[in-house]
């Protein structure tokens, strides 16, 4: 059962144009990470929220996450190539470090 | 500081034999959790271990097991290897407290032939 669904599974566009990645739950997590990961490596953190509403800008990336803490948004404004990976949100809960994680959003950024 | 290392990188091996791969977390952390990553099945939790005892399971067979050191070094052992074991296996590392930040390894790319 996947109780993190990320949309859309797949995301083409050209650089310089904006792009939102959706992470949706119907459970309420008491923290949400994002990852980005490349071909053959392990997933690089990116950030994580814990407050219900809270919102997050890392340069051109801005994190959002639920009143509710069920859901999450992942926005990137001004795309570059750099930006071309595997995006995947996760969620944990307050009992140990067990992450469930969405699958995946896959973005290509062409320049 | 040095972050999670996995060793190691690549391991081809065949049906029915065992394997054993290694996560080094990072300097301080004390809670190691493994993740295998399949294209069908995403990324999935095996287990989390901390100060040398296993705080959580997934949903795996117990033909995959795992322990960690006093050190916090972390081994995960599979058993009786199948083909659908063909992963990448993925190493966290994180300081502990609930909920806390998880740091992964490169990864180990398991091949079953």
């Known amino acids: 059962t996947q109780l993190l669904e990320q949309s859309p599974q797949f995301l083409s566009i050209q650089e310089g144009e904006n792009l939102t990645v959706y992470c949706n739950s119907s459970?309420?997590?008491?923290?949400l990470q994002w990852y980005r990961q490349e071909p053959g490596e392990g997933p690089v953190l990116l950030v994580t929220?814990?407050?219900?509403?809270e919102v997050k800008k890392l340069k051109r990336l801005t994190f959002q996450f639920g009143d509710a803490r069920k859901d999450s948004s992942l926005h990137i404004t001004a795309a570059q190539p750099g930006d071309t990976g595997l995006y995947l949100c996760?969620?944990?809960?307050?009992?140990?470090?067990?992450?469930?994680f969405g699958g995946g959003t896959r973005v290509l950024v062409k320049p | 500081k040095a972050g999670v290392t996995q060793t190691p990188r690549y391991l081809i091996k065949t049906r029915g034999q065992q394997v054993t791969l290694s996560c080094s977390p990072i300097?301080?952390?004390?809670?190691v959790s493994w993740y295998q990553q399949t294209p069908g099945q995403g990324l999935q939790f095996l287990f989390e271990?901390?100060?040398?005892?296993?705080?959580n399971k997934g949903n795996f067979p117990g033909r995959f097991s795992g322990r960690q050191f006093s050190n916090s070094r972390s081994e995960m052992n599979v058993s009786t290897l199948e083909l659908g074991d063909s992963a990448l296996y993925l190493c966290?590392?994180?300081?502990?407290?609930?909920?806390?930040?998880?740091?992964f390894g490169q990864g180990t790319r398991l091949t079953v032939v």
């Open positions: 300097s301080g952390h004390r809670s």
């Open positions: 996760a969620g944990g809960r307050a009992a140990g470090n067990k992450l469930t």
């Open positions: 271990y901390f100060s040398e005892t296993q705080r």
């Open positions: 966290a590392s994180s300081w502990g407290g609930l909920g806390t930040e998880a740091f």
């Open positions: 929220v814990v407050t219900g509403g």
């Open positions: 459970s309420v997590f008491s923290s």
